[in-house]
């Protein structure tokens, strides 16, 4: 049985523009701490985290980070 009544996937993505340019950009650093903030103030939690490396157009990689939160009701 799980703690957690709810759970919401949170899917953050390194930008495309400064991957193409750059050859990579990183992780939108502020964007997670702000929307993870938030959803904290909303009574979420992290529950699981895991970031994943994808092929970008053909010759670069691109890094994403997949979020679970969960939260109790009531």
């Not at 759970?7 to 930008?15: M, Y």
């Not at 523009?17 to 997670?32: D, N, V």
């Not at 992290?46 to 009531?74: C, D, N, P």
């Amino acid at each position: 049985m799980s703690n957690y009544d709810e759970f919401k996937v949170l899917h953050i993505v390194e930008g495309g523009c400064g991957t193409l340019l750059l050859g990579a950009s990183g992780l939108p650093i502020k964007k997670i701490e702000s929307t993870l903030n938030e959803e904290a103030a909303n009574g979420w939690q992290v529950v699981f985290q895991v970031i994943e490396k994808k092929r970008f157009m053909l010759f670069w990689t691109r890094e994403a980070l997949l979020v679970t939160l969960g939260r109790k009701l009531g």
